[in-house]
């Protein structure tokens, strides 16, 4: 089998809508209640998926596809502190802006390669990792739903729904 980026594409596009129902009901304390110090909120999370859109994937795989050995810039993290809201619709813009950039590429060879301080990362390696950030973070969100939710209501126990 062989990567479909049309398929990788649509699921991109796709996911947007994803993280728009995972977050749609959070109120302010959920946005930015933690499991533990050391992990994310939902906001923090959010705030990290337009950083990524803006400055990471769509910027580096343009750059690998004009000029393969052109250095990255360095990725911002963090640069804007918005409410869940804001970061969401933020994403959101970004994301249909890499959807649009992404459907105008012309017939591409995924194998074009630049060298990384990790390794050599190919086209094809930055649009498979792209679609496989989104799910990760999306199993984030949920996970912190479902911790959430569990921390919220001590007295009554989730076990009957399933263990995570």
């Not at 990471?56 to 993290?77: G, K, M, Y």
């Not at 590429?105 to 679609?131: F, M, Y």
Request: hydrophobic share 40%; aromatic share 10%.
């Amino acid at each position: 089998m062989a990567m479909d980026p049309v398929w990788v594409i649509d699921r991109l596009e796709s996911n947007a809508s994803v993280f728009q129902g995972l977050v749609r009901l959070v109120r302010s304390p959920q946005a930015i209640w933690k499991p533990s110090p050391d992990k994310w909120s939902m906001l923090e999370v959010m705030n990290h998926l337009g950083d990524e859109e803006t400055h990471d994937f769509r910027i580096r795989l343009r750059l690998v596809l004009e000029d393969a050995a052109r250095q990255w810039p360095p990725i911002v993290e963090n640069q804007f502190k918005l409410d869940l809201r804001a970061s969401l619709h933020r994403f959101t813009r970004e994301r249909g802006r890499s959807i649009e950039w992404l459907r105008t590429l012309p017939q591409i060879d995924w194998q074009i390669a630049h060298n990384h301080e990790g390794g050599v990362l190919r086209a094809g390696d930055l649009l498979c990792s792209w679609l496989a950030h989104d799910l990760i973070h999306i199993r984030q969100i949920n996970r912190l739903h479902y911790e959430y939710h569990a921390n919220m209501s001590p007295e009554f126990s989730t076990a009957y729904g399933g263990n995570w």
